[in-house]
């Protein structure tokens, strides 16, 4: 059995290369990822479907999951302090914890209105270098600083604990002004 699933998968890696043309077009890609399935299941010799019997995943779950403080201050001057899983951009964060940080382009860099203030120096330098698309939209930003980023595109890493973020007392959407999209 092994070795006719084992030539099965290799078919379906062959046919994945060259295309078949003895199939239809519409039937390919099912069926490749089918017999792909089944090279997988027979070659690690996982026979279940349910990722939950996975002995790692208990592990995962038990472990608990890396956080930073971050400090938003509003544009009265109000803070909020939070914590954010590493990873996570601060845009993101912003939302799941009711913070008015807009967002209208839902990070996909094609607007300013996530813009925040790193407040020390020393946190903006620990900061990757921003990419010419973020300067590009920071350059529509309101009340634009030599700190200034993009939410979207500062990211949680231990090295950030403790950053304080400013936001502006003003944004420029360009789409609707004043509106304040609801993350999905």
Partial sequence: MLSRISRLGVQAASRARLGDPSSPPHRRPATMRFHLLLFYLAVSGNHSLCSATDANASDRSEQPEAKISVTFVDKDGDEKLINVPIGMSMLEAAHENDIELEGACEGSLACSTCHVIVTDVNYYNK??????????????????????????????????????????????????????????
């Fill in 127 to 184: 900061l990757e270098d921003p990419e010419d698309e973020e300067n590009d939209m920071l350059d529509l930003a309101f009340g634009l600083t030599e700190t200034s980023r993009l939410g979207c595109q500062v990211i949680a890493s231990p090295e950030l604990d403790g950053i304080r973020l400013a936001l502006p007392a003003a944004t420029r959407n360009f789409a609707v002004d004043g509106h304040v999209p609801k993350p999905h």
